[in-house]
């Protein structure tokens, strides 16, 4: 069915919206009181996560066991089962919520389905062991509203994900989807674009370059066709925020590329996407076909003269198409290295005519700019740096999941108060923000309100918004290297300093790792990337030496323990250690020499057992097995 | 590039997805994906049929194919192990769990076993970071994953 006027949406936002009601006034009232069956609630749903990493623990297998269990028990037609986006709490997935109650039931198996259904579903308990466990009350707190991860977000970006059902394109309707279109159409498209530099939304791929600008500029090339394209090619190792929005909320990335066409008079729009990423594919399939039956997409949109669609485009697994050169010369078919600009691809971008390139987490901030105005997105962030960022927060804390809070907010709120702190009580050390492209920020910097200017200030960037956090047991040379690595194998070789600085570079920090390192290589390696940064290509090589000069510049005294003391304090540096058995401590289990691979350890039982150093290859699984202690590692 | 003998039967699969794609050079990656879904991997007489298809040199496409770390010029194992090195697997360990699976399986990253059962390759970020260090085989992902448990998860595909 066709959606050819402004009145045939509205009508039809307002059908979906009684679908949708009762999981609106769920979240507009708390429920103490747990709902169920017979205690007279007439409908319930049941909301179990469908984003990658809830799946990756059988959130399938738990969706199908609802739907069986709740056939098996006759309550079928009372009760839903849904598979909305990610709800962001990756550390505690599968995440299954049941409305009207907002019941908010964490790390479920399977298995624990069917106690789910009889107990609360039907007899209106709640199953107290599967709900969030406070661990500063050490209560349990059944809503997650009152949970401290949920209570400092805001969620702008992800506003619909977990939320809505991201195949069905009605539940997106329902929450005013597809309205930012409807009403721009009606407007004059330099009023549309007008509000879009007020809002002042900056590029959430990295740079942060203020996308009405952008889109400004783009208007201005002429040319018998225009692009907008959206890049959906998330490259940074640890961030996940795009792929979540395309799997949760697909449509307001459709509806926002139509926004940016009508103002930069473009009618042709590409996702370029990393094959990577197939639920994601899958979930934008649905939506551009669902948005193609419903007339949003196609000719004479809305009954306009407005006519738009969209293509997806492949990548197929290279961090630089990121760049938005090479990602056009990828989508042309061919190897994607980037060229100097200008041209920008404004005004020479796909196969020579004018592109405006977008990434996800911008776009779909669009919609809700334009239905709740600029001046109410203004309003949250900082000076410079407007609206929220979605952050990935990972690596050793205790609160993995993707979290949105206004820019501004602190390092220190987002890892201590969402974050819930380091894991295993460990000391903090440092927090890797911008990827690849980034640094690592310390102590010191954990009362910087975070936005662009801050944090590229700090010697780090905001990047993609990945934040992984790093304690005690990590060495910083270490991390230099890891991200170099990951450089030198992306690095797309066409330009000198990047190829083969960064390849130098990466030889010097191997070789303090291992203990070979020279006083003066940490000098060499602050030339080396002061040199790469002035001179690459693309704004990729340029970042690229960022994680080695951040980690000199706050963790020197580490690299000169490498190099002068051979001592890597982490115990990271294979090569600098030495493992050996405490002869009082053990008490000759065995358990250290049947797990070692090397078979580098021998003795008798119930005597000390002895490492070989000849033998050992230092991979730590005698540590890991020991139950007395006596590995000693220096 | 080796010796790799494709049958005709596969050359003219080939054949029809440059076809479907109207032999255009513009759709290279695309043809390269759907090729690589169907035959496994994009051996040298596949790239050279592409190049006649599409009318570019043979060079062309191999400069494409080598620049995409989704493309493989060698078949995969019937198990394909990827090993996530995203940042925050790294943190949490996933270098042991790289080791102990290459020691495990006999294999370098990039390698097939003899058998053609298990192939090992890294990747960069599943997005599962809640469950890290995480690693697939097949589409089956295993989170929160210790060295010593890496032997028993291969002895699951041991038939």
Known sequence: MKINSADALESIRREAALALAVREESNLAVSEQSCGLEKGTPHMQILCCGGTGCKASESAKIVENFRSSLAAHGIADKVEVLVPGCFGFCEKGPIVKIIPDNTFYTSVHPEDVEEIVTSHIIGGNRVE??????????????????MNFYRKQLRIALRNCGFIDPENILEYIARDGYKALSDSLNRDSLDVLADIKASGLRGRGGAGFPTGVKWEIARKFDAPHKYVVCNADEGDPGAFMDRSIMEGDPNSVIEAMMICGYCINANH?????????????HRLQVAISQARE?????????????????????????FVCGEETALIHSMEGKRGEPTLKPPFPAEAGYFGYPTNVNNVETLANVPVILTKGPQWFSSIGTEKSKGTKVFALAGKINNVGLIEVPMGTTLREIIYDIGGGVKGGKKFKAVQTGGPSGGCLTEKHLDIPIDYESLAAAGSMMGSGGMIVMDEDDCMVSVAKFFLEFTVGESCGKCTPCRIGNKRMLEILTRITEGRGKMEDID??????????????????????????????????????????????????????????????????????????????????RKPFVINPEKCIRCGMCLSRCKFGAIRVI | ??????????????EEICRKFHNDPGELITILHETQNTLGYLPEPVQRVIARELGISAQKVYGVVTFYSFFSMVPKGKYPVSVCLGTACYVRGSDKVLEEFKRVLGIEVGETTPDGKFSLDCLRCVGACGLAPVATIGEKVYGRLNPSDIKKIVAEFED
């Open chain 1, 129 to 146: 062991r599967l709900l969030y466990l406070d661990p500063g009350s050490g209560k349990h707190i059944s809503d997650s509203k009152h």
């Open chain 1, 524 to 605: 060499t390696l602050e030339n080396l990337a002061k040199v790469i940064k002035d001179t690459a290509l693309c704004g990729l090589g340029q970042t690229s030496p960022n994680p080695v000069l951040s980690t000199i510049a706050n963790f020197r005294d580490e690299y000169e323990e490498h190099v002068k003391d051979h001592i890597c304090r982490a115990r990271k540096c294979k090569a600098l250690l030495t493992y050996s058995i405490d002869p009082v401590l053990c008490k000759g289990c065995s358990a250290c020499a049947r797990g070692c691979p090397a078979e580098a350890i021998a003795g008798e039982v």
């Open chain 2, 1 to 14: 590039m080796s010796e790799i003998k494709v049958s005709c039967e596969a050359l003219r699969q080939v």
């Open chain 1, 294 to 318: 419903y007339g949003l997409l196609g000719d004479h949109i809305l009954g306009t003269d407005f006519c738009f669609d969209i293509e997806i485009r492949y990548g197929a697994g290279a």
């Open chain 1, 269 to 281: 729009g590409l996702i370029y996407i990393r094959a990577e990423y197939p639920l994601a594919v």
